[in-house]
T-cell receptor, first 114, second 116 residues
Framework: AQSVTQPDIHITVSEGASLELRCNYSYGATPYLFWYVQSPGQGLQLLLKYFSGDTLVQGIKGFEAEFKRSQSSFNLRKPSVHWSDAAEYFCAVVASGGSYIPTFGRGTSLIVHP | DAGVIQSPRHEVTEMGQEVTLRCKPISGHDYLFWYRQTMMRGLELLIY????????DSGMPEDRFSAKMPNASFSTLKIQPSEPRDSAVYFC??????????????FGDGTRLSIL
């Protein structure tokens, strides 16, 4: 079965600084990968997804993520963080050829200092 | 374009009472999921439906929990009797048929449940 690890429970950055949130997955083949964001009091919203092809994918709100097969990673990045980016971020993996039901990581809470 | 709609947004009730959470998925989505989110356990999949049929309920914590989907536009999650440890945020999500697994889930805004 696939699994997802988000090593950082909390990340604190200053507004305007760059951001990288880590996601590592465990799965034998190439998975389908997703990043979601959850703002306070709201449900999860899709930021971006990777299925195949270009390993650098662009998402909404200026986010991007890079799939690195050799490292089993799918880290989320943003060059300049805005205060409104403060939220919980979830990485999810779907095993190709399985039930296609995603497995979610525990999430990383992003705190943005002014 | 209406998203997934959950009601109520907040529910506070006393231990032992029956609780019913409601969800209206996005029209045309074949799959519906119920999740529970807590600080201790994160996001847990409770049950999911395909074309109104429950496919996997292995995440349902115990017999006090039940879920139904009488038609394509409505689902309920019921807890009877409720206990304080059931306090959590419950999310409903829907998606088109996963196909090759490339369909993301669309989440409602959740029901924040507090059992006193």
């Amino acid at each position: 079965a696939q699994s997802v690890t988000q090593p950082d429970i909390h990340i604190t950055v200053s507004e305007g600084a760059s951001l990288e949130l880590r996601c590592n997955y465990s799965y034998g083949a190439t998975p389908y990968l997703f990043w979601y964001v959850q703002s306070p009091g709201q449900g999860l919203q899709l930021l971006l997804k990777y299925f195949s092809g270009d390993t650098l994918v662009q998402g909404i709100k200026g986010f991007e993520a890079e799939f690195k097969r050799s490292q089993s990673s799918f880290n989320l990045r943003k060059p300049s963080v805005h205060w409104s980016d403060a939220a919980e971020y979830f990485c999810a993996v779907v095993a190709s050829g399985g039930s296609y039901i995603p497995t979610f990581g525990r999430g990383t809470s992003l705190i943005v200092h002014p | 374009d209406a998203g997934v709609i959950q009601s109520p947004r907040h529910e506070v009730t006393e231990m032992g009472q029956e609780v019913t959470l409601r969800c209206k998925p996005i029209s045309g989505h074949d799959y519906l999921f119920w999740y529970r989110q807590t600080m201790m356990r994160g996001l847990e999949l409770l049950i999911y439906f395909n074309n109104n049929v429950p496919i996997d309920d292995s995440g349902m914590p115990e017999d006090r929990f039940s879920a139904k989907m009488p038609n394509a536009s409505f689902s309920t999650l019921k807890i009877q009797p409720s206990e304080p440890r059931d306090s959590a945020v419950y999310f409903c999500a829907s998606s088109p048929s996963p196909g090759q697994g490339n369909q993301p889930q669309h989440f409602g805004d959740g029901t924040r449940l507090s059992i006193l």
